[in-house]
């Protein structure tokens, strides 16, 4: 059968079996959870809560401004202890709630179970996601309950479950899709509800079939829902990519996926729904992979968001030589932090380690044009081009390369013989397209 | 036909008036360092040079000739150019604004061009009927056009190389310019 | 400025081809041989010695909306002028250095020299402007065509120099010229920036 | 547990790389380029090795000595210029003197590559540049061929055609085996194909560019064989005599100097068949697969400006 | 010889009078002053005002759209004739020469690092994790954007990290100051040679830790100025040093006071080359890459 796929891409290493066998562990409940304001994308969550009060497991200590916002809720019942400005993994200082484990594990008032899922409509489900907390599980960290909404004459006729993680080393989706088939299908349900749709695909690379296998198994449940199996090739877990996989449309340049009538959503925030739906529980734990070659055993773990780097590097056994990066998310996108004190998020897919080795970090050398950045551009960019301008300092002539269409999937920059940080420097350029736009609308 | 065509493809490939005769180097080096304009500039050495060629040529066949000047033809056809050039510029700032706005700021500078010139000289010198002198003033400002768009592409391709310091500028557009000609060499032999 | 400056300027500071980038055209087209390229050069000193003269000399009553035609018409004039000459005395020269004769007429040195010193300056002056204008132009042809004949031809002024077989004709082609041209003007660049260097 | 000794690094994603690099694939280049040299080694013997090592010496040294002047640092590991030498090699008669070798070489290094910056910068593919030059300048020797092995004078199989000595036209299995008098790299088109479908397999060229020249070269001189009522050996024979397969494989696909977008790049390659094919039948010279690409390289900026791909999810229909 | 002449005179008369029909036919109204202001521009068509030409430029001055300083070539004294012909009056306030002045000493052996940067050397790229790499969030990035865009060459990385201003190539263009995402350049009056090297806002302690020469809030400046002119002043959500330059005198005694040495006395520029580069300053000469020089 022929894989279907998208254009451009690169091959990655996957060094995914380092964890992708063993069963995942459910890490113990720390004394101490950091858990950060701001954990999507929009304006931070202003507190709920104050210094000294008890909170229980699920109560919301954080609401948010404006639509694009997700709540914030306790991890574990306790008190808080503090309310201080820590580093977050997204690469920014972000004001957290300290709330000390009093490991009673009281569920709040609001946690109850639902008698009969069948009845809600559309927009309950949607206030109930709202409530929830629950956002892109992917790494975007995108409210879940906005992408439902609603569009002025966009009908969605697809939504679309991403089991395809694409990253090197990240097996978290990879044993959720093991471990939780059923929860995962009926919060697909739940999702197709939400926005009126009966077709439901869920993407998954070749390399796991394994997962193939559960999902589809489970997916007998809903005759609506069907698995795709993709071919595996980097960065294939991309919305727009998965979306031209999967149905063969091309989101247009800075559209949405609605404006081809699909939605996307991780399977990880399709099981944080069922929970929701079906018991009333908030977005409190999740999936993350500890892995790289810097971490003695690495390991999958269920871990409550708050829960430091340093209890989940511990619990694998800590460091091991000297250790050079410790990146939250994966190898391709993710980022760097500087310390291991640093909370796991509700995007915080894995936790990797890299250890230093020696000579490996080579010269940079002049661009050769081979273009194979040009061939492996899953945007069509010409990521050489748009790096020189960038370097000049061309941000106008970037932006009429479409600086702005790159997705950052850092496939460029992987394979580039001459060592160029092209992806930085299209960063740099984005970053400087977007200052400008901001300046002219500020002027209008 | 057949001169006609060979007419065509020496003055554009095999005697290209910049890369084998060495006529308008000035604009060559000096117009070529963006595309566009080197486009204007070609347009409108194109545009003076092909109707130049008309007029010097009636002016050698049916006044210089006759009245057996042919020695003053220097002077004559330097007239026209210049004349001309001045003419036109007045012509298009009325007629056609927005043209003269792309090529006006060329115009004064073709009068000194000596490909126009040159091209007029050699129509004589070949002895071309009217229509061949045409042809091959058509031709070579369509040669002429080329080297510097060509020329231009490089240079914006080199604005991000790492060229030596004492090789920037005019030093490395010569070099381009003799790496071009050598690969024009393979055209020698068509006609 | 002394008449000795107006004379030695233009040989190295302001040396019309390699510091002005004037009159390339003949530069690349006739320096095949130091023969052909002494005779140019000493075609345009004639020409721009007479030019500049006599511009100066009327400079005064030329009306300026109309110089630039004046001063082509006065140039064009001794062109033909040495064209016929050379026609007649030289014959040999006036046949290698072909349609380039006329195309002094536009040789930007010549113009340039009028419109921006003798139509500003004395008769003196200008004459001594032209001598060193011109000899530096003759003296720029001379070493880029000393390059290309000793290493095109292996001769030079005609005597045989390096030994049949050797001499690269590529350096006598179209492509030649171009690189002697190039590779003098960043020689020249790289030596003031030494010079500079060690002034500073 | 170790402890975390030093400050972490903070850097940009990605965070892992390929493990390819700049001399990785310059290797993959010279391994590519084994069989046509073992070819030509067999059919022309010691002058064709003298001429080798000339040519690649003085490319080094060429290399070396401008990177020094520049103040950069010397390529250690860097075999780019190897890899020229050994191309300016390949497409020069076996018998011509070896000083012309080392000069076409170092000026190939010199004017067209360093010139412009060095290594990524350079218009212009210096070996070819190298070998017109020589062409230029030293016409009687640059073609002046042997015979393989015994190595008697003779012309050579595209000269033939030239001189319409048809006659005496070699059969095309002597022109795939390579033995046949040509430059001493580019006689055998069945040696150079190895060596251009294993760059291929290693992912360092595009089969755009071989596929569009050779299929443009054979469909024009299929039109002019039909059209002067020739048979099919005259397509084949402009496939697999002089110099097309070396360069389509292994000049016309070099990074530096060819296009990087896909559509630039087939038209590079029709470009180049058709200007071999226009040199070949109406031209000067009998070959003109070096000029062909040199003139395509002066078209390569344009190209690239004006075939830039259509990104993704822009104007296109769904469907 | 009489054909000769003849002929001549009248091909001139005929292209005299073809010339003279065009004028008139094709005359296009123009303002006199725009004939005139291009008549004194340097004619070199280099686009340094950013318009497409001399002509386009004159018209502009004209119109007003432009102000007659924009030609970079044509430098002051172009500046001056085009205001006498249009008669606009000139600007005679003295202003005094400003220069780039970089508010912090937070160089390798001073400031502390959260983590080491690698990436592309530029300020914008390392903020964009967590902040730069230094814990203090209000000091130099030290990956030198400011002097790459330097038109001038005034500014050159220095061995300790910091960018070094060249006070007699800085002109004042505002380039740097623009460029850099701390906002911890500034143009400052050479007049005004004291200065309050430290834009850290943070609480005494926390700034301490974070650099060895950072504000401190110990107000010993406040207490030891005999004019009153240094005062720990709000400055966002926190505190820092801040001078009044209409009080402050040049004595020095707070930078002699201050224990971090947050604050520093600048030697006096040599007035000479002040005076000189200040001319050059005013006629805006300096390398703009209009290519008049190479034409």
Sequence with gaps: MRRATFRGGIHLPGYKELTSNSATVVLPVPDKLYIPLSQHIGAPCAPFVNVGERVKKGQKIGVGKGFVSAPVHSSVSGTVTDILIMEHPSGSFVPCIVVENDRQEEWAESVKSATD????????????????????????TFPTHVKYSPVEGRQVDTVILNGVECEPYLTSDHRLMLEKPEQIIAGLGYIMKAVNCRKGLIGIEDNKPDAVEKMQNAAKANPGISVVVLKEKYPQGSEKQLIYACTGRHVPVGGLPIAVGVIVNNVATAV?????????????????????????????????????????????????????KIIAGGPMMGKTVFTSHIPVVKGTSGILVMQKKTGKISAEYPCVRCAKCVDACPAFLEPTSLAKLARRRLWKETEDGDVMSCIECGSCAFICPSQIPLLQHIRRAKQAVLAARTLTSAAQ | MQSYFMIIISAVLVNNIVLSQFLGICPFLGVSKKLSSSLGMGGAVSFVLVLSGAITWLLQTYLLLPLNIGYLQTIAFILVIASLVQLVEMALKKIAPPLYKALGIYLPLITTNCAVLGVAIINIKKDFSFAEAMTNSLSHSIGFTMALVLMSGIRERLEEADVPKSMQGTPIALVVAALMSIAFLGFSGLI | ?????????????????????????????????????????????????????????????????????????????????????????????????????????????????????????????????????????????????????????????????????????????PPGGFITLGCLMAGLNKLQEKFTQQEA | MTPIKKLLQVTSSPHIHSTESISSAMRDVLLALVPALLVSLYFFRVPALLLVLSCVSSAYIAEYLCLKAMGKQTPVKEQSAVVTGLLLAFCLPPTLPLWMGALGSAFGIVIAKHLFGGLGYNIFNPALIGRCFLLASFPVAMTHWITPIDGVSSASPLGMLKESMEGSLPSVTQL???????????????????????????????????????????????????????????????????????????????????????????????????????IRVKGGYPEGVAYSILLMNVVTPLLDRYTKARVFGREQRNG | MLVAAGSLAAMGAAFGVVLGVAGRKFAVEVDPRVEQILALTPGANCGACGLAGCAAFAEMVVAGEVKANACIPGGSALYEKISALLGADQQDSYEERKIA???????????????????????????????????????????????????????????????????????????????????????????????????????????????????????????????????????????????????????????????????????QLSTHLVMETTTHQQSGTGCQHCSVCSQ
């Design chain 1, 117 to 140: 899922t069948e009845i809600l409509s559309p927009e309950e489900l949607r206030s109930i996601i709202l409530n929830a907390g629950i956002v892109g599980m992917g790494g975007a």
């Design chain 1, 272 to 324: 944080a729904i069922t929970d929701a739906v079906e018991h009333g529980i908030p977005l409190i734990e999740r999936y993350v992979t500890v892995s790289g070659d810097g971490i003695v055993t690495p390991a999958n773990y269920l871990v409550r968001i708050g829960t430091l780097f340093n209890d989940l590097i511990l619990q694998s056994g800590g460091f091991t030589g000297e250790t050079e």
């Design chain 3, 1 to 173: 400025m002394s008449l000795k400056d107006e004379f030695t300027k233009g040989i190295i500071k302001e040396n019309p081809l390699f510091r002005m980038l004037l009159g390339t055209c003949p530069s690349l087209a006739i320096t095949t041989s130091v023969d052909n390229a002494l005779g140019m050069g000493a075609a345009c000193i004639a020409v721009l010695l007479a030019s500049n003269t006599v511009i100066s000399a009327m400079r005064s009553i030329i009306p300026n909306s109309i110089r630039i035609p004046v001063y082509i018409v006065i140039i064009a004039s001794f062109v033909t002028m040495i064209d016929q000459l050379m026609h007649a005395f030289t014959p040999a020269l006036y046949t290698s250095l072909g349609i380039f004769i006329p195309l002094i007429v536009v040789n930007c040195i010549i113009l340039g020299r009028a419109e921006a010193f003798a139509s500003r300056n004395g008769v003196l002056a200008s004459i001594m402007d032209a001598l060193g204008m011109g000899i530096g132009f003759t003296l720029a042809l001379v070493l880029v065509s000393s390059f290309r004949e000793v290493l095109g031809a292996g001769t030079f002024l005609g005597m045989p120099i390096l030994p049949e077989g050797i001499p690269a004709i590529l350096m006598i082609l």
């Design chain 4, 176 to 278: 795939l085996v390579g033995n046949v008098s040509g430059s001493l790299g580019e006689t055998s088109a069945v040696a150079i194909l190895i060596g251009g479908l294993y760059l291929w397999y290693r992912g360092h060229i595009d089969l755009r560019i071989p596929a569009s020249f050779i299929g443009t070269v054979f469909v024009l001189t299929f039109i002019i064989a039909m059209v002067n009522g020739k048979g099919i050996s005259c397509p084949l024979f402009h496939l697999f005599a002089g110099g097309l397969f070396l360069g389509a494989f292994f000049m016309a696909t070099d990074w530096v100097t060819t296009p990087v977008t896909k559509l630039g790049r087939i038209l590079f390659g029709i470009g180049c068949g058709s200007l071999v094919v226009l």
């Design chain 5, 101 to 267: 002045q970089l508010l912090c000493q937070g160089g390798y052996e001073q400031a502390k690092l959260m983590y080491e940067y690698t990436g592309i050397q530029d300020c914008h790229a390392a903020l964009a994790n967590f902040s730069g790499p230094k814990v203090c969030n209000f000091g130099c990035i030290r990956l030198g954007s400011c002097s790459r865009v330097c038109p001038f060459g005034a500014i050159q990385m220095g061995a300790d990290g910091l960018p070094i201003i060249d006070p007699y190539l800085c002109t004042g263009c505002n380039k740097c100051v623009e460029e850099c995402p701390q906002n911890i350049l500034r143009l400052v009056g050479i007049s005004h040679r004291v200065t309050v090297r430290c834009l850290n806002i943070d609480k005494g302690k926390s700034a301490r830790l974070a650099c060895s020469t950072a504000c401190i809030k110990c107000k010993l400046c406040e207490k030891n100025c005999p004019e009153g002119a240094v005062q720990v002043l709000p400055r966002g959500n926190g505190t820092v040093a801040v001078i009044d330059y209409e009080k402050c005198t040049n004595c020095g005694i707070c930078a002699a006071k201050c224990p971090t040495k947050a604050i520093q006395i600048m030697p």
